[in-house]
């Protein structure tokens, strides 16, 4: 493995120390961190990658993102970052920058001698609610937030890659979404401006050239982003698994809602 920067603030590829045990899918571990701050009465759910897996989409995160209330995030921040949470949770290097998203910016932790890593994520960045009525366990305990309530944030926040992701992963078609999400609901133009402005004050020297690529669009449509991703379902399904036999990429015909198998480690 290479060796690892010194410099906190510096984006790392590398995923851990050299002889640190692998901690699997890091369900116990993600659980561990979610307890911690629980005891202290902060609520906190998974969004991310790691979600899109829990609804059947087929990725290989690095990394949990954990989501706590906006203005319970410095709070979750400094009991991570003090004793006896920072004995076991070590700071470490941020994700590289994402395009759209401040994820970069948030602090990254390690559990020492484990390569499990998990974000701490402000609620504002997902613009999504932590509540028990906005959110469901799964078999493990994770609490994830509800299939519409994570769909309407990937569309609010123009995350349209994972949108299309948790689509295929779920088989949601035009009238899911008219029945779940707010396809005309005015633009959060105020966020989308505090957003883009706080992108381009965090950007990378090296990276200021690709700026306007990764801001947000001040002019979304997301009825027409919706009606888009779920009518080019069987376009991204892979001829050479035959389309006969997928109703999506991440679904085969005749298959259940990935929620029903209860032996997934989500």
Not at 26 to 33: M, R
Not at 170 to 180: F, Q, R, S, V
Not at 229 to 239: A, C, G, L, M, S
Request: glycine share 6%; hydrophobic share 35%.
């Amino acid at each position: 493995m290479q060796e690892q920067s010194t410099n906190p603030n510096e984006f790392v590829l590398a995923l851990g120390k050299p002889g640190e045990a692998h901690c699997g899918r890091g369900v116990n571990e993600a659980l561990a961190v979610m307890n911690a701050l629980g005891e202290h009465g902060i609520l906190s759910c998974v969004v991310g990658a790691k979600a899109l897996v829990y609804y059947g989409a087929h990725r290989v995160p690095m990394n949990w993102e954990i989501c706590v209330p906006t203005d319970s995030f410095d709070e979750a921040k400094q009991l991570l970052t003090s004793s006896p949470l920072s004995d076991k949770y070590e700071l470490w290097h941020p994700v590289m920058p994402q395009p759209g998203s401040l994820v970069h910016t948030y602090p990254r932790f390690m559990l020492q001698g484990v390569n499990f890593f998990f974000i701490l994520i402000p609620a504002s960045e997902y613009l999504i609610q932590c509540s028990p009525d906005q959110c469901e366990r799964s078999p493990s305990g994770i609490l994830y937030p509800k299939l519409e309530y994570f769909a309407q944030s990937l569309l609010d926040t123009q995350r349209y890659a994972d949108l299309a992701d948790l689509i295929d992963g779920m088989d949601l078609d035009e009238a899911w979404g008219e029945t779940h999400l707010q396809l005309d609901k005015p633009v959060p133009i105020e966020y989308i401006k505090e957003k883009n402005d706080m992108i381009a004050r965090h950007c990378p020297e090296s990276l200021r050239n690709g700026l306007p690529f990764a801001l947000l669009s001040e002019s979304p449509k997301p009825r027409d982003v919706w009606l888009r991703q779920v009518q080019t379902k069987d376009r991204r399904i892979n001829e050479e698994l035959g389309r006969h036999r997928f109703l999506t990429r991440f679904r085969k015909v005749g298959s259940s809602d990935p929620r029903e198998n209860k032996e997934r480690e989500v």
